[in-house]
């Protein structure tokens, strides 16, 4: 309402035989300002709605990209893997001579978090948010840096995986990933989609005007990555705490199982927003 006030006044301005319609739209339109643009304290009640109900729902309703993020990903990971196992030089190259040294003698370069998981914690954390962050403002170049955050990351881990897996330490490389990486690498995959939602925003605005459509895609795409800290926060405490440790491999992978099943249910099941009483 607020919006359509504006767009008659600016109409009602062109009209010189209506100076009062035009004044009293004015005052009415700086009242309404300040009470729709006045500060206000956010709400325990708004946030818990926002993360049990509106989140979930802006999550759905832009599952295509995410969808997208992850099958880049994916494709670039299953190359990335094929490439590894069939020219040796490949791995070492992406890799690095001391890493290849450390699979070479049967080693998890993961050992060190052990000794200092509180600060592997902090850093994990603040590396995967810097990455999910690269991820969504990357939608901003038409998408193109979004698809580079998510083929990186994909032949990354199918270069690690096909190298251990060589070594003959597949089993302690996923037992490693499965805690953490069911919920961090979903977390990546719907900052890819908030990259790729502002991409669709600027590229394909339909009947809207382009800037009105970037805007519109932009907040969804901005509440869809506001949606992955927590995520991120979660399994960057796993993946320093739990993933390195020493516990049976089958506890390691029936506790992955658990988490993926609530993530997903909490994702794809949870109720939809109801609209506000009057």
């Avoid at 490439?83 to 190259?93: E, K, M």
């Avoid at 979004?146 to 190298?163: E, Q, S, Y």
């Avoid at 390195?244 to 109720?271: E, G, Q």
């Amino acid at each position: 309402m607020y919006r359509q006030t504006a767009s008659d006044l600016a109409a009602v301005r062109e009209d010189i035989t209506s100076p009062q319609l035009a004044a009293y739209l004015n005052q009415l339109l700086g009242r309404a300002h300040n009470l729709i643009y006045m500060g206000q304290r956010p709400k325990i009640s708004g946030i818990v709605k926002f993360y049990s109900q509106t989140y979930p729902q802006i999550f759905r309703e832009t599952l295509p990209e995410t969808l997208l993020a992850f099958a880049i990903f994916m494709v670039t990971a299953v190359a990335a893997w094929v490439v590894t196992i069939h020219d040796p030089a490949f791995a070492p190259r992406l890799l690095g001579p001391e890493m290849m040294e450390t699979i070479e003698r049967h080693k998890m370069w993961t050992q060190s978090i052990v000794t200092v998981k509180p600060a592997a914690a902090s850093g994990i954390m603040t590396n995967n948010m810097l990455v999910a962050f690269a991820t969504f403002a990357y939608g901003i170049t038409a998408g193109i840096g979004t698809i580079w955050m998510m083929v990186l990351n994909g032949v990354l881990l199918g270069v690690v995986g096909a190298a251990t897996w060589k070594a003959g330490m597949a089993s302690d490389l996923w037992s490693f990933v499965a805690p953490h990486g069911v919920i961090e690498l979903p977390a990546i995959f719907i900052a890819g989609g908030a990259g790729f939602e502002i991409a669709r925003g600027m590229l394909f605005p339909g009947l809207l005007p382009r800037r009105e459509s970037l805007a519109r895609a932009g907040g969804r795409a901005a509440r869809l990555l506001l949606g992955t800290i927590p995520m991120l926060f979660v399994a960057g405490i796993i993946e320093a705490f739990l993933s390195p440790s020493d516990i049976p491999r089958a506890l390691k992978y029936l506790f992955a199982a658990v988490m993926f099943t609530l993530l997903m249910t909490y994702l794809n099941f949870s109720r939809r927003p109801q609209p506000d009483q009057a």
